[in-house]
């Protein structure tokens, strides 16, 4: 069995399926739980699955980092730079959109007192 | 002019807006209208031109981002500067009476959907689409729960909550492509998916359909929708259904068209598009809340828009287009109405219709509603009459006979609203329009008149756009030069 | 006496239904793990030499896809505008406890180096890791060490309006000045050597867009703590 794990592609199976364990426990929290920031909490954790399973999945150990310093400059053998900067902005942009949600539930709360999403009924049907 | 203008400009404004605070809310407000109106002529200058131009950002594509100018993102940038600025002095008027607190802010608010709608329409770099849908989606949550009240609160919540969900699935996808395709520029994934397996094309294309699918309002992924109008001012409910959504349309059908050209999964769009209407339709009948019951209207419209984009054939895509111009100017016209309504009358039952003393808005709404139901001689009649030809040509029967029976459903509330606003009854005194309302209300009105009665006039124009929406091999060769 | 407790048949079903898409949706990731192809980045490697720049990442981030960054300080503006607007102002939430003085000298003695570190990792972005959304952070954390540990610290408001207004203008301002000189959005106009790779001084436009990102997110994410901290009620 160690041997498998040894090869390089054993690593990318490990972090897909890690990353997948990952998203299906926020998807179950996004569909049972009720109160909001159990549901903010649920949707951050489904964010970083998908990160953690795109940079496992696009990492080639035998790559290094993309710097080039000290006369290093043999771009043939870095990593992909996209990778990063596509996280780095998809990371801002979730945390600033899950930081107004706690905003408007703070304030929902101290407008009703309720804090299950279950019970928000100020629209009559 | 470059089309760079259409997103730096807001942009800048957005971000100078504290300092154009020091001299006064009306320095913001009228610096704002005006460069709305600059962009409007700008947009209409560029509409003369004739070949598809690229703007580059940065680098040449494929490796960066650029903007693509053709027919078809030109009209819907036209469309959109037309509304906002409309819209705009709309305000204008509405602010002598009842400004909102905070204008400053709502007008930077308003600037970001602006900007964000139109960099949706023109962008051709996939995860360039990701940040504009976030842009535009953030400036939406704020907006819905702009004036603090439970409703409003309410409103925002489920929107912020939908919203994010999207973007998970949305932010899956963009991935997924980037690690089976190797680069995020729309032209080179489109030649790339084909080669894909079937099983990872299916699930890219599923994602998509999910992450989309929330803002595109189809059944299931549309229970948000209706709460959300509920809560929101009815100016907002302009915006959101006038503008942004017709933006998210456009964005889906164009992944669609370039990601599977050959119409694979075009079928089982088409039934949910049908599906979506039917229902949406249905459940409008048992409404008596005025908002409500034009959420319900406003789904079953954009779902008819999307059935018609999902044909997949420059027939039924002119016909989406002609649809979807309509329902803008007419569902701008009802909710600014609306709002001219509300500022007399507290409630929003539909029996307040009675007590509306204003020929004016009565006239407005009656050309409105006839325009949405599809009467001949107003703007949605050539539309609805395009799709319904071009699905019988298809030998789509049944979706056929569904929209049918839905518009039949649209008819009978729509009748009942008329039934109310024009019975004699006990008026309140005379509603007071203010002058620049009445030019906002002439002009939307003048428009869905004469493009009823002459619709020869934007026909050719619409059809250009259509193919243009669906020729891949064009867009490519605009994009990175016939490889 | 124990209680039996039957599963209803749907949840039962319910739960095999979701087991077979689970297990479907892995099978199908875990087949098609992607293999070494051709990506854009090696490419955007490949051109990033003649910009001159020591980190590939920060050109991908503030040059390459410089509108991606540009949409996300847009974002994050939104954001702390909304904030703001949401958290109503005059519910003020008082820190009851007065802090010990060890965390009251600590907190003063941290904050000037944790904000020089900060400092540091913006400046330094295009050579080493780090740039502008990091550096910002870590400004933004030094802060919120003071708002908790002093009770009424407040960041002056005024100042981080400013900064955030020049801050955003400029970024604009800037890939303007390249659409008027060089006919590209966001064009690279200052010189950029590539003999300078590895100085302060390098890469033309690169090293100032980070810091005018890292100035900006650090005053927006300290003015999301701030009203976060002063403004939510004790919930």
């Not at chain 2, 600014?336 to 009675?354: A, D, G, N, V, Y």
């Amino acid at each position: 069995m160690f041997e498998y794990l040894n090869q390089a592609e054993s690593i990318k199976n490990i972090v897909t399926i890690g990353s997948m364990v990952l998203l299906f426990i926020g998807l179950f929290g996004l569909l049972t739980q009720k109160h909001f920031i159990k549901i903010f909490i649920s949707i951050a954790i489904m964010e970083t699955a998908i990160f953690l399973f795109f940079i496992g999945n696009i990492f080639n150990k035998n790559f290094t980092a993309p710097i080039i310093n000290d006369g290093f400059k043999n771009v043939a053998i870095m990593n992909d730079p996209i990778p990063h900067a596509m996280i780095l902005t998809a990371i801002v942009i979730g945390m600033a959109v899950l930081a107004l949600g706690v905003s408007f539930a703070i304030e929902y709360y101290k407008l009703t007192g309720n804090t299950e999403i279950d019970k928000m009924n100020e629209m009559r049907h | 002019m470059s089309s760079i203008l259409f997103i730096a400009l807001p942009l800048l404004f957005g971000f100078a807006t504290p300092i154009l605070n020091k001299f006064g809310k009306n320095a913001v407000v009228y610096t704002s209208t005006f460069m709305q109106t600059f962009l409007l002529y700008l947009a209409f200058t560029l509409l003369s031109s004739t070949t598809a131009t690229i703007e580059i950002i940065s680098i040449a594509p494929p490796l960066g981002i650029s903007f693509v100018q053709n027919e078809i993102s030109l009209f819907f940038v036209a469309l959109f500067t037309l509304l906002m600025t409309l819209f705009s002095l709309y305000y204008i008027g509405h602010r002598k009476t009842n400004a909102y607190k905070n204008e400053t802010k709502f007008f930077i608010l308003l600037n970001m959907l602006l900007a964000s709608s139109i960099g949706l329409v023109l962008s051709s770099d996939i995860f360039n689409i990701y940040v504009f849908f976030e842009i535009a989606g953030i400036s939406s949550y704020i907006l819905s729960a702009y004036t603090k009240s439970s409703s409003a609160l309410e409103a925002g919540l489920k929107y912020l909550i939908t919203g994010a969900i999207a973007s998970v699935f949305l932010v899956f996808a963009i991935t997924l492509i980037y690690l089976h395709i190797g680069s995020l520029n729309l032209a080179v994934i489109s030649q790339g998916f084909e080669t894909l397996p079937f099983n990872i094309k299916l699930l890219i294309s599923i994602l998509l359909l999910v992450g989309f699918g929330f803002k595109v309002e189809i059944f299931p992924l549309n229970f948000w929708v209706v709460d959300v109008y509920q809560g929101s001012t009815s100016l907002i409910n302009a915006l959101f259904s006038g503008i942004v959504v017709k933006a998210y349309l456009f964005v889906f059908f164009h992944i669609v068209y370039l990601f599977l050209p050959s119409g694979e999964f075009s079928i089982f769009l088409v039934y949910l598009g049908a599906l979506s209407m039917l229902v949406a339709e249905i459940a409008g009948l048992r409404q008596t809340n005025l908002k409500r019951l034009f959420a319900y209207s406003s789904l079953g419209q954009v779902a008819l828009i999307f059935t018609a984009f999902a044909m997949q054939n420059a027939d039924a895509v002119q016909a989406a287009l002609f649809i979807a111009f309509a329902h803008s100017i007419a569902k701008f016209i009802i909710f600014l109405s609306i709002t001219s309504i509300q500022k007399e009358h507290s409630s929003f039952e539909i029996e307040t219709l009675k007590e509306l003393n204003s020929p004016f808005i009565r006239a407005i709404m009656l050309i409105a509603m006839l325009s949405l139901l599809g009467i001949p001689l107003f703007a949605g009649f050539i539309g609805k009459l395009l799709i319904l030809k071009s699905l019988a040509v298809s030998s789509l029967i049944g979706v056929v006979v569904i929209i049918i029976v839905a518009s039949l459903i649209e008819a009978v509330y729509y009748f009942k609203l008329a039934g109310f606003m024009f019975t004699k009854s006990e008026k309140k005194e005379k509603l007071k329009i203010d002058f620049s309302q009445k030019l906002v209300f002439s002009i939307l009105a003048f428009l869905l008149i004469v493009i009823g009665v002459a619709p020869f006039l934007i026909s050719g124009f619409l059809r250009e756009s259509a193919t243009v929406m669906l020729d891949n091999s064009a867009y490519i060769l605009t994009l990175i030069g016939g490889n | 006496m124990s209680i039996k407790r039957t599963l209803p048949t749907s949840t039962i079903s319910g739960f095999t239904l979701s087991a077979v898409l689970i297990l479907t949706f892995l099978k199908i990731l875990l087949e098609n793990l992607p293999s070494s192809i051709h990506r854009a980045g090696d490419e955007l490697l490949k051109l990033n030499t003649q910009e001159g720049v020591a980190n590939a990442v920060t050109t991908v981030v503030v040059y390459f896809r410089g509108f991606d960054t540009l949409g996300e300080i847009a974002v994050l503006f939104i954001a702390s505008l909304g904030i703001g607007l949401m958290l109503s102002e005059n519910s003020q939430c008082e820190i009851k406890a007065e802090s010990n003085f060890m965390l009251k000298t600590a907190s003063t003695l941290l904050f000037p180096i944790i904000t020089l570190y900060g400092v540091y990792v913006m400046i330094y972005g295009h050579l080493s890791p780090g740039g502008g959304f990091q550096g910002g952070v870590i400004i933004a954390s030094a802060v919120l060490l003071l708002l908790i540990s002093h009770k009424d610290f407040e960041v002056p408001h005024s100042v981080i309006v400013l900064l955030e207004t020049l801050a955003g203008v400029s970024y604009v301002l800037i890939g303007l000045i390249g659409l008027f000189t060089l006919d590209i959005f966001l064009g690279n106009f200052l010189p950029h050597d590539v003999a300078q790779m590895g100085m302060l001084v390098s890469g033309g436009i690169i090293p100032i867009i980070y810091i005018i990102v890292g100035v900006k997110v650090g005053s927006e994410m300290s003015m999301i703590v701030q009203n976060l901290i002063k403004r939510g009620e004790n919930v």
